[in-house]
């Protein structure tokens, strides 16, 4: 199975940009659809985007569209995802999630890999 570390995390003010990165290991992850969840204290686990197997098509979150923009290199085993103009509501723990099927989910049920997330603090 597929090992997924984040990194990238940090302390940002509001405005600025930011950019997470997520590391498989085990598998190659051309055979995952990828996706970003986000976490803030007291909510619940929420999707930010997803993208397919090849990078062809992706999927955004309303509230991020626009601002975010996930990629991938299958050929380093990377996910990422480019985080501009941040807002203070953006501050949440960000995971990474695998999952093994063709198409892209916005539920979390649907990914059964999971990385151990990364802190994002956007202050005002």
């Known amino acids: 199975q597929v090992q997924l570390v984040e990194s990238g995390g940090g302390l940002v003010q509001a405005g600025d940009s930011l950019r997470l990165s997520c590391a498989a290991s085990?598998?190659?992850?051309?055979?995952?659809?990828m996706a970003w969840f986000r976490q803030a204290p007291g909510k619940e686990r929420e999707f930010v985007a997803a993208i397919r197997r090849s990078g062809s098509s992706a999927d955004y979150a309303d509230f991020v569209k626009g601002r975010i923009t996930i990629s991938r290199d299958n050929t380093k085993n990377t996910v990422d995802l480019q985080m501009n103009s941040l807002k203070p509501e953006d501050t949440a723990v960000y995971y990474c999630?695998?999952?093994?099927?063709?198409?892209?989910?916005?539920?979390?049920?649907?990914?059964?890999?999971w990385g151990q997330g990364t802190q994002v603090t956007v202050s005002s």
């Open positions: 999630a695998g999952a093994l099927t063709a198409n892209i989910a916005r539920s979390r049920v649907a990914y059964a890999y």
């Open positions: 085990g598998r190659t992850l051309i055979t995952y659809t």
